[in-house]
């Protein structure tokens, strides 16, 4: 059996023979990293890449992120890309945006891809990750322990990894390729309202990169819910925008039937995750519920006019 020497530190010093005699150290967070030499350093923050265990040692993430933390990075990026067409279109109103749109998109996808490839292991579209047990891992930094209330021993670390700083890196590299991709095109094809969106996206980025490192814990447990509950309302607030009552008002332009496909993707996509399709056939049916709300509001948009309203109270 592999054997360690002694050695005394700070905070629960003392380690024994075997591993699994190793002092837990104080706070949730806090753990000691292997020295060259077999023994154990004091009780502090775990490298980035790793993460405490039962024992209070630092162990590095070998696991592969869960199904739910992939709809999670990917709702985190399409976020990014919904906020950059929507601003394009706003801007816009002309169908030479759809060369805009396609930008935006190449930039997500460059910036995902790159992305991928430079967080460990590096060249490799797969990640490895730590395992998340709840809130407080996104949170490290509430929970650094003060060991006879005499000082604070700061453990703050990444247990989430990297499910945290990958977002960032995402928000990095899309800025880089917007600056080099979208000003070419929107000189070229776009000079009248190319400029706002970019303009718009270096005001939406930030926010997002503030967001991500304020509440992804919140982002991480809520989305689900905020993506289906964020479709629902922008279906009903653009219906209502450009006066569709009916399904001829609906298909009068092909960008209404674009933009409510659109909206049900992402009501497909809160179900997903939501459910996690862990009954394949039972969930996967709830899918056909997706145009249910759009329905509704055609077949009763027409009883909700002031106007007739007013005229039915008299």
């Keep these: 059996m592999m054997t360690f020497q002694r050695a005394r530190f700070p905070y629960d010093e003392e380690i024994s023979d075997i591993i699994e005699g190793v002092r837990s150290c104080p706070g949730l967070y806090c753990g000691r990293n292997e020295n060259d030499n077999g023994t154990f350093g004091p009780c502090g923050a775990c490298p980035w890449g790793y993460t405490t265990n039962a024992s209070s040692v630092c162990t590095l993430c070998t696991d592969e992120p869960t199904f739910y933390d992939w709809l999670y990075l990917g709702f985190m990026a399409a976020i990014a890309l919904i906020l950059n067409w929507f601003f394009i279109e706003f801007f816009a109103k002309k169908k030479r945006a759809i060369i805009l749109h396609v930008s935006a998109l190449l930039e997500c996808a460059i910036a995902a891809l790159v992305t991928l490839l430079l967080v460990d292991p590096l060249g490799s579209v797969t990640i490895r990750s730590c395992p998340i047990t709840s809130l407080a891992d996104w949170y490290t930094m509430l929970f650094n322990p003060s060991p006879g209330y005499t000082s604070k021993l700061h453990c703050t670390h990444e247990a989430v990894y990297p499910l945290y700083t990958i977002v960032f890196i995402y928000y ?106 862990e009954d394949v056939i039972l969930h996967a049916s ?25 005229t039915y109270s008299h």
């Design 172 to 277: 990095a590299f899309m800025l880089v390729t917007m600056m080099l991709i979208r000003p070419l095109l929107a000189v070229k094809f776009c000079t009248s309202y190319g400029k706002a969106s970019i303009y718009a996206a270096l005001y939406f980025l930030p926010i997002l990169t503030v967001t991500q490192a304020v509440a992804a814990g919140l982002l991480y447990y809520s989305f689900p819910y905020l993506v289906i509950i964020v479709s629902l309302a922008t279906t009903a607030v653009h219906f209502a925008k450009q006066e569709i009552e009916n399904i001829k008002d609906l298909v009068r332009k092909p960008r209404h039937i674009i933009i409510l496909l659109g909206h049900w993707v992402v009501h497909a996509y809160g179900i997903i995750a939501i459910t996690q399709l």
């Design 286 to 310: 709830l899918l056909a519920l997706v145009p249910v709300p759009a329905i509704f509001y055609l077949l009763t948009v027409r009883f909700t006019d002031p106007g007739k309203v007013q």
